[in-house]
């Protein structure tokens, strides 16, 4: 499963405009980060956050375990951006630039221990 993240400067004022303009619900995850939903459950969700280590719109790819999924990136010419970080118990995420210098982001889900 994908989905996105993008960047913001104010989140309410993101969230009012992607909830006018597309009809996402937004639930937040706190001050400074929340999940942008589609209404009927359709198509893909994302996220907004405050400005941070990805300046621009960034696509998230779910894959079966991160650490394969870097070294094959690596190997056919990208580049991991920093290290693989924990999101809560079971789930973990790493930034990588593509081949051509996109940044994209990778999301595995991991069993607990």
Known sequence: M????????DIARAQAFYR???GYQYEPWGEEMGMLRQ????????????????PHPTVVFT???????VALA???GGEQLGEIEPMGETARYVYLKDSEGNIIGLYDEVSAA
């Open 2 to 9: 994908e989905h996105f993240e993008i960047p913001v400067d």
């Open 20 to 22: 006018s303009v597309l």
């Open 39 to 54: 209404p009927d459950g359709e198509g893909v969700n994302g996220d907004l956050h405050m400005r941070g280590p990805t």
């Open 63 to 69: 894959v079966d375990k991160i650490e394969d999924a």
């Open 74 to 76: 690596v190997s056919h």
